[in-house]
């Protein structure tokens, strides 16, 4: 019953920005941590960024200071902020959130990706 949407994706040449979003909906108690990850074509899927309830982020090295994740709680609503994007960060990001589900309990939820794509 509860869902991710994601949306924000699509062509950008490099050194510009994009901002992904990803909205939970549904039966929920409480989201205890939202996360970004990405695919790139032939690679294994990385983690980009992760927040928790609290407040604490962490950030792949190689996107640090170039990327910014928030949460909205009101919203139940993660964002990515990307900028000074690079053609290596090309792929598919995939929203992830750990939630507490008044019908489902406690889940792990995914959502269909939406893709970046910093080419000139």
């Known amino acids: 019953q509860v869902q991710l949407v994601e949306s924000g994706g699509g062509l950008v040449q490099p050194g510009g920005s994009l901002r992904l979003s990803c909205a939970a909906s549904?039966?929920?108690?409480?989201?205890?941590?939202m996360g970004w990850y990405r695919q790139a074509p032939g690679k294994s899927r990385e983690v980009v960024a992760g927040?928790?309830?609290?407040?604490?982020?962490s950030y792949a090295d190689s996107v640090k200071g170039r990327f910014s994740i928030s949460m909205d709680t009101a919203k139940n609503t993660v964002y990515l902020q990307m900028n000074s994007l690079k053609p290596e960060d090309t792929a598919v990001y995939y929203c992830?959130?750990?939630?507490?589900?008044?019908?489902?309990?406690?889940?792990?939820?995914w959502g269909q990706g939406t893709l970046v794509t910093a080419s000139s």
């Open positions: 927040i928790t309830s609290s407040g604490s982020t």
């Open positions: 992830d959130a750990n939630i507490d589900s008044h019908y489902e309990g406690y889940i792990e939820v």
């Open positions: 549904g039966s929920i108690y409480s989201i205890t941590a």
